[in-house]
């Protein structure tokens, strides 16, 4: 039983995660032709590889900011990050984007043993 907890807390600890964080300080966005901004959205799907081949889990785009994973499955990409961008625009009424960002990002740990890759996007929502 105690390996058995050990195991799911591990692999908790290295699920990854889909989050949006969002903003509505707009101080700085410079925005063309008067379109007015809704928000700014900071995009992260991040997930966790052993020898940077073996998928063990990544976050699940389907509901982000939520505690939920994709254990064994890589779903860090950049059209997952544009779905969940797409998404936020629905719920929020937005018709354009401005300022569209997206960037990888990898971290190796105990050389190439466990490594954690992530996509970032961000982008600023106008109506």
């Not at 509901?63 to 059209?79: A, E, G, H, M, W």
């Not at 354009?96 to 890759?117: C, M, P, V």
């Amino acid at each position: 039983m105690k390996s058995t907890l050990t195991i799911l807390a591990m692999t908790m600890l290295l699920a990854g995660c889909a989050t949006i964080r969002q903003s509505k300080i707009f101080h700085g966005v410079k925005v063309e032709d008067g379109e007015v901004p809704l928000e700014t959205v900071e995009i992260e799907n991040s997930g966790w590889k052993l020898f940077k081949f073996i998928s063990l889990g990544s976050g699940d785009p389907r509901y982000p900011n939520k505690t939920s994973c994709r254990i064994f499955r890589d779903t860090v990409t950049l059209q997952n990050n544009l779905d969940i961008l797409k998404g936020e625009m629905e719920r929020t009424g937005a018709t354009r984007l401005a300022n569209l960002n997206s960037r990888k990002t990898n971290e190796s740990i105990l050389f190439i043993l466990f490594t954690r890759r992530a996509y970032h996007t961000s982008a600023v929502l106008l109506k």
